[in-house]
């Protein structure tokens, strides 16, 4: 009877995992194979990681184990950075594989150590939970990737940029890598994200060509998915006993909901300019306003238009159909890691047991310095420096907060004794997180100016178009949660309250105060960089915005829930579907965008292939074959000389964004962010018009070898800036030609 029962629940499920796995091969076509090999590296390192995800997530139901992907590809990865960084390991797919066997042997190992100790780290009893989750991650997984085939070049916006550090890394033995837009210095920039892709390829044995695209898919699958882990478990935590019947499939949705709002929803934006202006347009019988997706992300500064402050406040739907592989979106995976771990331990907290034991000052210190919790809270924020900075300084006050409120609990509100061991807490933080982090920091120029007191702020009507419906939900959670606690009189006094709250519900707060307090800041204060004028608070509000999008969208997703099955007034549950209406109705922000940037998706033949560099042929068809023969031809990190070019122009600085090749100069107004220094950038621009321009020949061959310039790129764009001033006679008399395009004048000389 058992076994029976037991076939009725795989074969449904053999069917449906058939089902998509030829799905995937329908969409994707060739692509598949690269598919399949990154959603099986996922399941096997995530499997190998259990072991130790299992332990750290011991409350969850499915004990971490979407968690434990990323887990084991941070570990692992940053693993490897580190011993490269510090020249113990050359950066090459050896030494990634290497470095992950280990940590899978080190993983079994602890498997059956902890077996022989009775301790139990897989979900073995919660199959339909890891199954579910898993058909989820697959399903986000291909809908993403299928979509980014209709669009998959590496063109356009900032995708010359995070193409060509991948381009540069898989070319480098060491890290950071040679800056491919200024030859004689390295990447200076937080290139955390372009190299855990990088990292992947290389475990995979992928082509870059095909993984810059996987990668960000890759990432919109967990963002969906960790979101769905979480708010589930706050949910089964939060109802306990409830969870009877029907009810059982109430964590299912709170999960489903969170995930969808994290990773698909758009802002109030799209459904006040894209729905209810048109409406009323076409009642009054006008023609209603197009729209335009990106105009959700630039709307303060830009409507109505204010020249002294454009913003930008994007989120993880813009930027997964965008497709710019930035340090904030990669970084998305690995501050969900973060805030489930902080859950995880939050959790732990609580639900141990009271043991009344007198123990040693030096004990007592020890048990709080060393839980692997808060010790991987500090690796995650260190790491987070070379990933995303920004969100270095974010995590490190959410996880203080975090700390902070946790410690308020254990320690009964003792203030003295909350307050010691928060701060030492926090003092172990920024030692541990700098300490792990100095290979790179070593090395970093930061570009922070200082901080400035803005000046300029948004609109009301802006802000309650961005961010009304999260602040009223959080709110409205909050208000609910204290009439429960308060109404009675019994749990006057923070500690009192605190302890009175159910785990999640504190959880959701914290993160709704944190993400009220990243919305508030940009209002008050700036980082300066070189956008001083006009775009001061771009910068600022568009990372923190960021942050505070994804930590509303977890809160929303559990307490719209929460407020709809336990709020015991009305008044709270009409509230909170209001809200549910209303945030279900953002989600058509992604069908909108996805129609917009990607065209009719639902023509399977529109399909192009997760191929970047396929637009070569018809972008730049007079260079094409001579970039090709550089990536094939060249090994290493020669330098290669093309036109400098700037920030954002079409295809200034396609060869060495393509190839990974050095170039003396690239993206102005980039390298002028990242070093400070025009004077510099100015001298190197003369001096490459020069190189191009000048008859004297002993001078040319002077600057060849003073930027060690092996090889002299002549095509559509140097024609272009240098005309008819171009002195190839010069260019050819110091060099071989070793490349001659048959369909144009493009050429490719190699400097003797």
């Not at 459904?271 to 023609?287: H, N």
């Not at 002549?714 to 005309?723: A, F, I, L, N, T």
Request: net charge positive.
């Amino acid at each position: 009877m058992r076994r029976k029962t037991q076939m009725k629940q795989v074969v449904p499920r053999v069917f449906l995992a058939a089902a998509l796995a030829g799905l995937s091969a329908y969409l994707l076509k060739g692509d598949v194979w690269t598919f399949w090999t990154w959603w099986m590296l996922a399941f096997l390192m995530g499997m190998l990681a259990m072991p130790v995800t299992g332990r750290l997530f011991a409350g969850f139901e499915d004990k971490g184990w979407i968690f434990s992907k990323v887990l084991a590809i941070a570990v692992t990865g940053f693993l490897t950075w580190l011993l490269v960084a510090v020249k113990l390991l050359p950066f090459t797919t050896v030494s990634c594989i290497g470095v992950s066997v280990v940590c899978g042997i080190l993983c079994i190992l602890l498997y059956f150590y902890q077996m022989k100790k009775g301790v139990d780290c897989l979900p073995a009893d919660r199959g339909t939970l890891i199954f579910r989750e898993e058909i989820l991650f697959f399903i986000f997984f291909l809908l993403w990737t299928y979509v980014a085939g209709f669009r998959p070049e590496a063109h356009g916006t900032e995708k010359f940029m995070d193409y060509g550090f991948m381009e540069a890394m898989m070319r480098s033995s060491t890290l950071p890598a040679r800056d491919l837009w200024y030859s004689e210095g390295t990447i200076n920039y937080y290139y955390g994200g372009q190299y855990f892709a990088v990292f992947l390829t290389k475990l995979t044995g992928s082509k870059v060509e095909l993984t810059y695209n996987l990668m960000r898919t890759f990432v919109a699958a967990f963002a969906f998915t960790l979101p769905f882990s979480l708010v589930y478990q706050m949910t089964v935590d939060r109802l306990k006993d409830r969870l009877t019947g029907k009810k059982r499939c109430i964590p299912t949705l709170a999960g489903v909901l969170a995930g969808l709002s994290v990773s698909i929803a758009g802002n109030m934006h799209y459904v006040v300019y894209c729905k209810i202006i048109p409406w009323i347009q076409k009642l009054q019988g006008e023609t209603p306003d197009s729209y335009w997706f990106p105009d959700a992300t630039r709307y303060i500064g830009y409507n109505p238009v204010n020249e002294q402050d454009k913003t930008i406040h994007e989120f993880p739907c813009y930027s997964f159909v965008l497709g710019d592989l930035h340090a904030h979106v990669v970084n998305i995976m690995f501050v969900l890691l973060l805030v489930g771990v902080l859950y995880a331990w939050m959790k732990h907290v609580r639900s141990r047991k009271a043991v009344i034991e007198k123990i040693s000052r030096k004990q007592f210190w020890i048990r709080q310095l060393f839980i692997p919790h808060i010790l991987l809270v500090c690796v995650l924020i260190g790491m987070f420096h070379f990933t995303n900075y920004w969100d270095f300084i974010i995590y490190f006050v959410v996880a203080g907060g975090v700390i902070l409120f946790t410690n308020i609990i254990q320690f009964e509100g003792k203030v003295k004794k909350v307050l010691t061991v928060t701060i030492v807490q926090a003092v172990e933080m920024i030692v541990v997180s700098y300490v792990v982090i100095l290979p790179f920091t070593m090395k970093f120029q930061t570009m922070f100016q200082g901080v400035g007191i803005a000046t300029h702020h948004s609109l009301i009507h802006q802000l309650l178009i961005l961010w009304g419906l999260p602040l009223f939900l959080t709110v409205l959670l909050i208000i609910c949660i204290l009439w429960e606690k308060l109404r009675d009189g019994r749990n006057r006094g923070v500690y009192r309250l605190m302890r009175a709250m159910a785990l999640p519900d504190l959880f959701a707060v914290i993160m709704g105060l944190c993400a009220m307090g990243l919305i508030l800041i940009p209002e008050l204060v700036y980082v300066r960089d070189i956008y001083e004028n006009g775009n001061a608070r771009a910068n600022t509000m568009f990372k923190l915005t960021y942050q505070a999008y994804i930590l509303f969208a977890m809160t929303m997703g559990y307490g719209i829930v929460r407020m709809l099955v336990l709020a015991q007034k009305k008044v709270f549950k009409i509230f909170s579907v209001i809200g549910l209406v209303l945030l279900c109705w953002t989600f058509g922000y992604f069908g909108k965008s996805v129609t917009s940037w990607f065209g009719n998706v639902w023509e399977v033949s529109g399909y192009k292939g997760l191929n970047a560099v396929s637009f070569l042929e018809n972008g730049v068809p007079e260079d094409a074959s001579a970039i090709r023969w550089l990536k094939n031809n060249v090994k290493g990190t020669a330098v290669v000389l093309e036109a400098p070019g700037d920030s954002y122009k079409d295809y200034d600085n396609r060869v060495s964004a393509m190839t990974g090749l050095p170039t003396v100069l690239g993206w102005y107004v980039h390298e002028w962010l990242w070093r400070n220094d025009t004077d510099d950038l100015n001298t190197k621009r003369a001096e490459i018009e020069t190189i191009y321009t000048s008859s004297d020949k002993k001078l040319v061959k002077e600057l060849l070898d003073k930027y060690d310039i092996s090889y002299i790129f002549v095509g559509s764009c140097e024609r272009e800036k240098y005309g008819t001033n171009l002195n190839e006679e010069i260019l050819e008399g110091l060099g071989k030609k070793v490349f001659q395009s048959e369909n144009s004048d493009t050429y490719i000389l190699k400097v003797n």
